[in-house]
């Protein structure tokens, strides 16, 4: 996968795929391990976005944290329900993996979030390496959305996967725009840059 971005292929067949929790089963796991957890003003939903932008692989178990307590908090706000399964699609545990698709599901049925909705959507298929559906829901969210930066990073790490290296490293600059301090984005950013063969673009990028 393209930058910050650790894609885990799921293999083992059907059969051996363990029983999954379904995401209310999930949702009443947080809640039994963060009692009394509170998100005032949305601050740990606000938080886990800000790391899921700087796209490391610590910032992604930060992002995790306050999710979850956002989610134990609240299980109905979906902007906090839609992050913590992009979070989960991004972990490697194919446990968790499995649950992203239902905390989606569980997002969708919530009034509000749709921005959040749509770039998990795209997230969660990039992270699943089913590339050629994370294009159509990147393009999809940057249609509804377009000054989203995280659906013009996910898109540019998709085209990256495609190997389409000259529109990739253009849909990451726009990313650039509006996601400036982030780790991850520059390095995905440089490896467009340099797979498009901009090898000053890549050296500025990883500087």
């Known amino acids: 996968g393209g930058g910050a971005w650790y894609v885990h292929e799921l293999t083992s067949s059907a059969s051996d795929v363990p029983q999954i929790a379904d995401a209310a089963d999930l949702v009443d796991e947080l809640r039994q391990r963060n009692p009394g957890a509170a998100d005032p003003d949305g601050l740990h939903t606000a938080k886990g ?23 134990a908090a609240d299980p109905h706000g979906p902007h906090a329900v839609a992050g913590l399964a992009l979070v989960y699609a991004q972990l490697g545990d194919q446990q968790l993996q499995l649950g992203a698709a239902d905390l989606i599901s569980r997002a969708e049925k919530l009034p509000g979030g749709e921005e959040s909705i749509l770039r998990a959507k795209a997230g969660v298929a990039l992270a699943s390496g089913n590339y050629a559906s994370a294009e159509v829901k990147g393009r999809e969210c940057l249609s509804a959305h377009p000054e989203d930066g995280l659906c013009s990073w996910y898109l540019g790490d ?30 995905s950013l440089g490896q467009a840059a340099m797979l498009s063969g901009d090898f000053a673009g890549a050296e500025s990028a990883l500087g």
Do not use: K
Not at 57 to 69: C, D, G, N
Not at 158 to 187: K, N, W
């Open 49 to 71: 976005w800000d790391e899921l932008r700087l796209g490391t692989p610590e910032a992604v178990l930060r992002a995790r944290t306050e999710f979850e307590l956002a989610v």
């Open 158 to 187: 998709t085209l990256l996967a495609l190997g389409r290296y000259g529109e990739a490293l253009s849909q990451l600059q726009v990313a650039l725009q509006t996601i400036t301090l982030s780790p991850g984005l520059h390095q």
